[in-house]
């Protein structure tokens, strides 16, 4: 399941540890976003010895690699997915709720800063503030 992942880190000259796949397997399941702290939770079950530095060590690891990806939500806190369709968040200053848009909404964006600044940029999972339909009605 994640032999590429796998022989990607070969190449770049890293082993996949228990550790990382668990991380992964455990963002694959969940097919959402999750705190450190819900992995923890998670690797607590089944690598009870993984401590919670670990966690966060083998997420930057993983992030660092691009095989998953980070989120800020806004509290502060960084959420974590699995790395694979391109997307950026939006989220409601008020009700918090969220929604998920597909990167090419802003793929012109993107080469428009790249034609005004030469910058290549790679966000590629940026979180927008802002009031959904309902809370701008209320
Ligand atoms: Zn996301
Ligand atoms: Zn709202």
Do not use: W
Request: glycine content about 8%; charged content about 15%.
């Amino acid at each position: 399941m994640f032999d590429q992942i796998i022989e990607t880190l070969h190449q770049r000259g890293f082993r996949m540890t228990p550790q990382r796949l668990l991380v992964l397997q455990i963002l694959q399941d969940a097919g959402r976003h999750l705190t450190p702290q819900e992995i923890f939770g998670q690797t607590q079950r089944i690598l009870p010895a993984m401590t919670e530095a670990t966690v966060y060590r083998t997420l930057s690891f993983l992030t660092e690699q691009g095989f998953i990806l980070a989120a800020h939500i806004g509290n502060g806190q960084l959420v974590y997915e699995i790395a694979g369709h391109n997307h950026h968040h939006l989220i409601c200053r008020a009700c918090g709720a969220t929604q998920q848009i597909d990167h090419q909404f802003l793929e012109s964006l993107y080469q428009q800063f790249r034609s005004k600044t030469g910058y290549q940029i790679d966000s590629l999972h940026v979180t927008f503030f802002g009031l959904c339909p309902d809370c701008q009605k209320n």
